[in-house]
C-alpha cells in the first residue's frame, strides 16, 4: 500500500556540505518534484528509476552535488518508517558485494569486536559480518517491513531508528559501515559527527555509495538513476574524502566498486524500453550473474 504525506514537506535552500555555502552554485538539472513524490514508494529501497528528483546543483567551489532547494530530514522520516522492502531477489548478490569490501577491512587493522550498520534493511549484511567473525552486530534501520522481513535471530539486533545522538552509546564500536545510504542524508556532516563519537580511537569507517563522477553516471546525465528525490547529496571520490576528513576522519583507501548482480537487475537502472526490461526479466538471461562497476564508490576512512 502506498502511503503518502498529509501535509507536503517544504521546500528549504540547501548549502554545501563541504564549503558551507548557499549560492555559489550552479544548475545542472531544473526539478521534476510534484507534490505526489512524497510517498512511501518514492522512499522505498530500489525502486525502478522514475526521474523524479528535486532541482540538482553543482557547488562551484569544491565540486560537490546536491539538491537545492530540498525537503529536511524531518520532513521525509516517516516516509522511510512506512517504506516497502521489496528487494529481496537482489539480496544474495548484495550480500557478495557488501562482504566483499568489509573484508578489505583486514588490511587496515579492523578490529572485529563490534560492528554497526546503518540502514541495515532486512539483516542481510549483519548475517555476513557474523559469518566474517564479527562477535556483536548492531543495525540500525527506519523501516519497519524491513526489519519484519528479517530472519527471527537478526531481527533482535536491529533498531528501528535512524543516525542521531544518543542512539547507542559513544564509543560502542570498532566499525561502522553504511552501504547505499550516505547520499539519503540531508545532514551528512553531522552524521559523521555522530559517527566519529560512536566509534572507538582508530575505529574504521565504511562508506558505499554512488558515484557522481563515475562513466556511467556522467554518460546518462539527468537520465542516471542516481538523480533521484532521495538524494540529497552526491559525491565523488574527491567530494566524499574531503567531507570525511572534515569531520574527523583519515582516509585510508578509497575506490570504484565493482557490484554483482543479476542481468535483469542491471536492465532495470538503464534507460531502455519497459518491453526490453520485462521480457529480459522473463526470460533466462535476467538471472546471469555478472560483475562490473556500474557507478558506485566505496571509502574507507579511520577515526583520529
Not at 574527491?238 to 583519515?250: D, K, Q, S
Request: one cysteine or more; charged letters at 25%.
Amino acid at each position: 500500500m502506498i502511503e503518502a504525506l498529509s501535509v507536503t514537506p517544504e521546500l528549504r535552500p540547501t548549502k554545501c556540505a563541504i564549503c558551507g555555502t548557499l549560492d555559489a552554485a550552479t544548475e545542472l538539472y531544473p526539478s521534476t518534484v510534484t507534490p505526489d513524490a512524497f510517498d512511501s514508494r518514492h522512499f522505498s529501497a530500489r525502486r525502478l528509476p522514475d526521474r523524479v528528483h528535486y532541482r540538482v546543483v553543482r557547488c562551484n567551489r569544491c565540486g560537490l552535488l546536491r539538491s537545492d532547494p530540498a525537503t529536511d530530514a524531518a520532513g521525509v522520516a516517516a516516509l522511510y518508517e512506512r517504506s516497502t522492502f521489496d528487494y529481496g531477489a537482489e539480496v544474495p548478490n548484495l550480500r557478495l558485494t557488501y562482504g566483499r569490501y568489509l573484508k578489505r577491512l583486514d588490511r587496515f587493522g579492523a578490529d572485529r569486536d563490534a560492528l554497526l550498520e546503518v540502514g541495515s534493511g532486512n539483516g542481510f549484511f549483519l548475517e555476513e559480518a557474523m559469518a566474517q567473525g564479527y562477535r556483536r552486530v548492531t543495525g540500525l534501520e527506519p523501516s519497519k517491513e524491513a526489519i519484519e522481513s528479517a530472519p527471527e535471530a537478526i531481527r533482535g539486533l536491529i533498531l528501528n531508528d535512524v543516525l542521531r545522538p544518543d542512539v547507542v552509546p559513544d564509543g560502542s564500536f570498532t566499525v561502522a559501515c553504511l552501504f547505499q545510504v550516505f547520499d539519503h542524508l540531508a545532514e551528512p556532516g553531522e552524521a559523521l559527527d555522530v559517527l566519529h563519537g560512536m566509534l572507538r580511537a582508530s575505529g574504521l569507517l565504511l562508506l558505499l555509495n554512488h558515484n557522481a563522477a563515475a562513466l556511467f553516471a556522467r554518460i546518462l546525465r539527468e537520465r542516471s538513476p542516481i538523480i533521484d528525490v532521495e538524494h540529497f547529496y552526491l559525491y565523488s571520490p574527491a567530494t566524499l574524502g574531503r567531507l570525511v576528513e572534515a569531520h574527523g576522519f583519515e582516509v585510508v583507501e578509497s575506490e570504484r566498486v565493482w557490484n554483482d548482480y543479476s542481468v535483469g537487475y542491471m536492465t532495470r537502472l538503464l534507460p531502455v524500453p519497459a518491453g526490453v526490461k520485462q521480457w529480459i526479466a522473463r526470460t533466462p538471461v535476467g538471472a546471469i550473474q555478472a560483475r562490473a562497476p556500474l557507478g558506485n564508490l566505496y571509502l574507507v576512512a579511520r577515526r583520529r
